[in-house]
């Protein structure tokens, strides 16, 4: 009877046992966090959507250029990226000329005949002749484009017509003949003036267009002023005399109109440079670079103006002049007048990529064309 008892009790004991390790080697642990969550959605990956291609600024890009011994301006077109080709000729309208800011029309001096002709840039017609000083030269835009000025070499007043009626508005009575003119616009009513033809002292001078007055800048022997490209400083260069090269250039502060330093750049005679509200509706988008032509590499040159030097040059034809810009091809367009071309100048690598015969040509500027 004992020992019935014992084995009652081992069997138990077995059966105990077994239970408690069935418990622990099968109810493993469970997260209830976990098991409460869905299983997360795979993200889907975006479908790439192609960038929109750039859309041009123009269709072409219309080059006029005085061509001083036919006494007419040479039209050339170029599409994007394309060659430029001759597309007209017009008038009787020779030396220099001025596009205005918003590309409506292309004011041209007639240097010897005392006139100033107007251009409508889209049909390539002259709509009006102004009567104007003796010798017109110097010539610029407002930078609302509703103002056209004429500065005469050989009259004591600056002409001011108004843009779309020609209506003439009181002349400028500066009381000396002037060369060129500068209006920038970061300070619109400031119209600088260079002097010719007078023995008076203080060769560069400013017009306040709001009060009349009249700054004179304590300087001797200047050529062309011209703002630099983010027009915080004034250049000038000197002589303007093709037979007397001056490699010395006179920098101003604008805001005190007091010379800030005189430089030379040896082995150059600069000219002039591209002008807002002059040479074009485009400019280059380097602001730390100038380009001066070189009457004596013969050339166009590259100039670090915050460095004050000349970083290269593009050599060109004899007596460089102006220059004008065509931003979808990254190019400039410059003129030279003794062998008579436009030359097409690629900014990135400033090599010359084409040359457009246009007989004695002197002053250009740019226009865009849109589709019609």
Known sequence: MRLIRVLALAIIGTIVVAACGATVAYAPFVDDTLAAKPEAAATPTPTPIP??????LYTKLRIFVASESTDQVWV???KPGE??????????????????????????NNRMGNTTSIIDPVSMKEVVRLMVGKQPHGITWSPDGKTLFVGHEHDMYIARFEAGTWKPLPPLMVGVPQHVLTIAPSRPNELWFTLTNTSQANVLRVYDLETGKITQIKVSDVHDAYFTPDQSEVWSSSSGFLDKPSDRMVIYDPVTKTVKSEIHLPGTYPFHTEKVDQDGVFFMADKSLMVLSDHLGPGLLWVDWKDRRVMSETKLGQQ?????????????LTTTNVDGMVNVIDVKTRAVTQKIPVPKAHGIGAVPIAAP
Do not use: C, M, N
């Not at 001025?98 to 409506?104: A, F, L, R």
């Open 51 to 56: 960038a929109p291609s750039p859309v041009p």
């Open 76 to 78: 050339l077109d170029g």
């Open 83 to 108: 060659p430029y080709a001759l597309v007209g000729k017009i008038g009787k309208l020779p030396h220099q000329l001025g596009v205005s800011p918003d590309g409506k029309w292309v004011a041209v």
């Open 320 to 332: 460089p002049f102006h220059t004008t810009y065509d931003p979808e091809g990254d190019r400039l």
